[in-house]
């Protein structure tokens, strides 16, 4: 599979984009960027130096990934969500040498106009409303709205709502595949998985 970039993007050489992968309109990736396989950029992102995307990452318009970030596979960037990388900025301080590392982890969702203060990181698919502000580390498969953003409950891998309490232990079902979730002591973890894959068909 060959990599699709548009005639407007700037892909400064060095760049890594893996197989698959697609580059829209007006999209800026710079020389020391490591993206991998069947990624997709859209209109007007841009990728820094320090930054390292897994597979099968949509990052979608208006996206800015600064140096520090480090998406894991199958992360999905809503439109205009913003990564920053320095905790106090000042225009007139120097802090290059301050950048706070950021981990989005495999499989999480950040929604439109959301923003991930730097510093943090999003557990396995964990879910980020729109417009929520990340202020601290998000758990594996929680769902997390508002600002600052707080946990109002837990998500499955496909995305759907998991009828778990915010504490204690419980099971809950997947409504859409099938599987089959624990939560013990404040972790949730997935207990089975259906026939035909951990995403069902």
């Known amino acids: 599979m060959s990599v699709t970039i548009h005639p407007t993007a700037i892909i400064?050489?060095?760049?890594?984009?893996?197989?698959?992968?697609?580059?829209?309109h007006w999209v800026h990736i710079c020389a020391g960027a490591v993206i991998g396989e069947r990624c997709s950029f859209g209109q007007n992102v841009f990728v820094g130096n320090d930054v390292r995307i897994g597979n099968n990452v949509k990052v979608q318009n208006n996206v800015s990934v600064y140096d520090a970030v480090t998406l894991e596979d199958d992360v999905f960037c809503g439109p205009s969500m913003v990564f920053t990388n320095?905790?106090?900025?000042?225009?007139?301080?120097?802090?290059?040498?301050?950048?706070?590392?950021?981990l989005v982890k495999q499989g999480a969702t950040m929604g439109a106009n959301a923003t991930i203060v730097c510093g943090s990181t999003v557990g396995r698919y964990a879910f980020v409303g729109a417009g929520a502000v990340v202020q601290k580390d998000v758990p594996d498969f929680a769902l997390v709205v508002?600002?600052?953003?707080?946990?109002?409950?837990?998500?499955s891998r496909f995305?759907?709502?998991l009828e778990l309490p915010l504490q204690g232990s419980g099971e809950a079902v997947c409504p859409h595949t099938g599987e089959r979730y624990v939560l013990q002591d404040g972790v949730v973890s997935v207990a089975e998985c259906p026939p035909g894959g951990p995403l069902g068909s």
């Open 159 to 161: 995305g759907e709502r």
């Open 86 to 102: 320095v905790y106090n900025p000042r225009s007139a301080v120097a802090r290059k040498e301050e950048y706070r590392r950021t």
């Open 146 to 155: 508002g600002v600052p953003a707080r946990q109002i409950g837990w998500m």
């Open 12 to 24: 400064d050489p060095g760049a890594q984009i893996g197989a698959g992968s697609r580059v829209w």
